[in-house]
Nanobody
């Protein structure tokens, strides 16, 4: 089993920044990936960003490219999502997830473990 704990959400004005963290514990995988997804009220869960643990390749949704940065601390088994130039449409519950296969997929069904989510609210 893998446990994921997110933190760093909150309320911020449009144009502001937040950094989300996701700490992983439990079993490890070789060559896995971690991703961030979000679900806004009344909408489907959507892909935000992903990173391959080995090598650090990153992938982003078009809606956040250039504003969000995903990174990881290998020793701490923690993944971060730096969110800059936030917009009201970024308001959502943000979830981190582990994909054991390591493909850094954009599809939530490919992910095996999920955190509990952290709320991000961007006011206009």
């Amino acid at each position: 089993q893998v446990q994921l704990v997110e933190s760093g959400g909150g309320l911020v004005q449009a144009g502001g920044s937040l950094r989300l963290s996701c700490a992983a514990s439990g079993r490890t995988f070789s060559g896995y990936a971690m991703g961030w997804f979000r679900r806004a009220p009344g909408k489907e869960r959507e892909f935000v960003a992903a990173i391959r643990w080995s090598g650090g390749s990153t992938y982003y949704a078009d809606s956040v490219k250039g504003r969000f940065t995903i990174s990881r601390d290998y020793a701490k088994r923690t993944v971060y999502l730096q969110m800059n130039s936030l917009k009201p449409e970024d308001t959502a519950v943000y979830y981190c997830a582990v994909e054991a296969a390591g493909r850094a997929s954009q599809f939530s069904r490919e992910y095996d473990y999920w955190g509990q989510g952290t709320q991000v609210t961007v006011s206009s």
